[in-house]
């Protein structure tokens, strides 16, 4: 008896469902390797490991890539791509800090060129903010390597872009007083927040140290959360108040460019061009 149409339907779609099956097998155990290597792995270590045809195993590391399930580095070696990275950061587990900050590093480098000024990624660790990376920028005065320290979240930039975002835990207890000029009034933080929110970024000034000013936007993961901030920073000598709002957009751009390259390109903007939302006084 000859097969039917239907019997005929029914075999190709079980052998298109074998053929898929492999391919997602396939994709699984070659992404498998890469993640669990200890080092970045070449391709040709890939290909003599997993026994595939190279067309087949370029194919399925284009097809991880283009998923963000691994990356590149600057040798062309295979690595952990930024969505273990990203979802790592939400979980606040340290290990896998240093990918985020090789992730951001290129970006916090075009923006310290731009500006002049330091300019690092952070994210946060318990109720404080711990800075994973930098880029200096062309002056030897407010050159400080903020790398692995922490700072009191509302005093500082990239602790009210976290607080404002939600990334951050609202703070338990009186606020820490780090100079004059720190905000310890928590109507006035909850004001400074919602300004925040509204423009796309925050300022700090004079709040952590006397004579520095810091500005900071946040950086969004693959599902829509916010991972961390990006900031710049220099002394009040170079960073005068009206400078503020033109050094806030360019902050959001290039953290719009980091979001992008962590899988998502939707960034909170500005809904205004104000500048800080603090009168002199309570500066």
């Known amino acids: 008896m ?33 993640v669990q290597s200890p080092e970045p792995r070449s391709f040709s270590s890939l ?50 800090l240093p990918d985020l900050a090789e992730l951001t590093q290129p970006v916090l480098d075009r923006l310290a060129g731009a500006c002049g000024e330091t300019a690092n990624f952070a994210v946060p660790r318990g109720d404080a903010v711990v800075q994973v990376s930098q880029a200096d920028g062309r002056f030897l005065l ?13 005093c500082s930039a990239l602790g009210k872009v976290l607080l404002a975002y939600g990334r951050l835990e609202p703070i338990a207890g009186p606020l820490e007083s780090r ?32 004579g520095l000013v810091a500005v900071g936007a946040p950086v969004i993961g693959p599902d829509g959360g916010v991972v961390g901030a990006i900031s710049v920073s220099g002394p009040t ?17 290039h953290a719009r460019a ?17 500048g800080s939302s603090r009168k002199a006084g309570a500066a």
């Open 47 to 96: 290909v003599d490991q997993l026994g595939l045809a190279k067309s087949t195993t370029s194919r399925l590391l284009h097809a991880l890539e283009r998923n963000q399930l691994i990356q590149r580095d600057r040798g062309g070696s295979f690595r952990a791509g930024a969505l273990f990275a990203v979802y790592a950061a939400r979980q606040n587990a340290v290990d896998y």
């Open 258 to 274: 980091a979001s992008t390259l962590l899988g998502n390109p939707h960034q909170p903007g500005p809904r205004s061009a104000t």
């Open 2 to 34: 000859k097969p039917g149409f239907h019997d005929v339907e029914h075999s190709r779609d079980a052998a298109a469902g074998q053929s898929g099956s492999q391919s997602v097998d396939r994709a699984a155990s070659l992404l498998a390797l890469v």
């Open 142 to 154: 407010g050159a400080t390597n903020w790398v692995g320290v922490e700072v009191p979240p509302h």
């Open 179 to 210: 100079t004059a000029a720190t905000i310890v009034d928590r109507g006035l933080l909850d004001r400074e927040l919602a300004a925040v929110r509204r423009r796309g970024w925050a300022d700090a000034w004079e709040e952590l140290e006397v």
């Open 237 to 253: 000598a170079r960073i005068p108040r009206d400078r503020l709002p033109a050094l806030g957009s360019l902050v959001v751009e």
